[in-house]
């Protein structure tokens, strides 16, 4: 069965960085784009970043272009979320998640399997 795990959240001070990791099993992870979604308290859960099964590929939502880098390293099954310049306006509970098929898109009902999630916390 496909699992997800996330790694790596924390507390950070605006301003600081964070690296994500999403460890993935059960899956031929090559073949699959995936995604970084996260959800705050009162919060519907929303996009952040995604990712083409090669790595060629990268979709970011408006909020964090420019800060956030995903990648991915096949040989590892693992997905990557640096997150440089953070913000009060970033903390949440942040969850990786496969596509179902095809290229990465913001919609969330286009993805099945999700991660238990991983809390960002950044302090003003």
């Known amino acids: 069965q496909v699992q997800l795990v996330e790694s790596g959240g924390g507390l950070v001070q605006a301003g600081g960085s964070l690296r994500l990791s999403c460890a993935a099993s059960?899956?031929?992870?090559?073949?699959?784009?995936m995604g970084w979604f996260r959800q705050a308290p009162g919060k519907e859960r929303e996009f952040v970043a995604a990712?083409?099964?090669?790595?060629?590929?990268?979709l970011y939502a408006d909020s964090v272009k420019g800060r956030f880098t995903v990648s991915r390293d096949n040989a590892k099954n693992t997905m990557y979320l640096q997150m440089n310049s953070l913000k009060p306006e970033d903390t949440a509970v942040y969850y990786c998640?496969?596509?179902?098929?095809?290229?990465?898109?913001?919609?969330?009902?286009?993805?099945?399997?999700w991660g238990q999630g991983t809390q960002v916390t950044v302090s003003s």
């Open positions: 990712i083409s099964g090669s790595g060629g590929n990268t």
């Open positions: 998640t496969r596509r179902k098929e095809g290229w990465p898109t913001t919609m969330r009902y286009e993805y099945d399997y």
């Open positions: 059960g899956l031929t992870f090559s073949y699959y784009a």
